[in-house]
C-alpha cells in the first residue's frame, strides 16, 4: 500500500503544477480576452454650463463631438420626452441612453436610440422620467455609442420635478 501511495504522489504534483499553471495562464489572459486591442471605453468630456431644458447639449473627445437634446423643455416627469443624438466626426453602430437619478435609484430607464432614416448621423428615441417623491432632483443621462469593439460615453446632468 505504501507503494501505490508513492506512485500516486508524482502525478497528484504533476496535476497540481498543471492545473496551477492553466490557473496563472487564464489570469493573466482574462484581462486581453474582456478587453481586447482597439476596444475600450472612452469618456467624453461634456461642456460646461449644458442646460438640456433650453438648447442641446454637446460632449466631445478628440474629434469627436455629440450633441443631445431632450425635448419638450423644460424637462418634467411623467411627461412623454423626444431624445435626440447627434455624431459630429464620426460614427456609431448602436446608441444607447439610460436616464439615473443621481443621488437616489430610480429603476432601470434605458432605451436603445434609431437612427433617423433621412440622416444617419442623427439618432431619435421616446421616453419619460418617474416621478420622484422628493419634488426636483438631479438626474443623470448617459448617453452610450457603440462603435466596433469600443465604446464612447457622455453623462449629461439636469434638474427635473
Not at 433617423?116 to 443623470?140: F, K, Y
Not at 457603440?146 to 446632468?157: D, I, N, P, S, T
Amino acid at each position: 500500500m505504501n507503494t501505490h501511495t508513492e506512485s500516486q504522489s508524482p502525478t497528484r504534483m504533476i496535476l497540481i503544477a498543471a492545473t496551477l499553471v492553466m490557473l496563472g495562464v487564464a489570469v493573466w489572459l482574462l484581462p486581453q480576452l474582456l478587453n481586447p486591442a482597439g476596444s475600450g471605453q472612452h469618456v467624453m468630456n461634456v461642456d460646461a454650463g449644458c442646460d438640456l431644458h433650453n438648447s442641446r447639449c454637446e460632449a466631445r473627445a478628440e474629434d469627436r463631438r455629440l450633441l443631445l437634446a431632450i425635448t419638450p423643455g423644460p424637462i418634467k416627469s411623467m411627461q412623454p420626452l423626444e431624445v435626440s443624438v447627434e455624431l459630429k466626426g464620426w460614427s456609431a453602430d448602436m446608441i444607447a441612453l439610460s436616464l439615473s437619478g443621481k443621488d437616489m435609484y430610480m429603476g432601470l430607464n434605458q432605451i436603445e436610440l434609431k437612427p433617423d432614416s433621412d440622416d444617419p448621423n442623427i439618432w431619435r428615441g421616446q421616453t419619460q422620467l418617474a416621478v420622484c417623491v422628493t419634488g426636483e432632483m438631479i438626474w443623470q443621462a448617459k448617453v452610450s455609442a457603440l462603435k466596433g469593439q469600443g465604446v464612447h460615453e457622455a453623462v449629461f446632468e439636469f434638474a427635473a420635478q
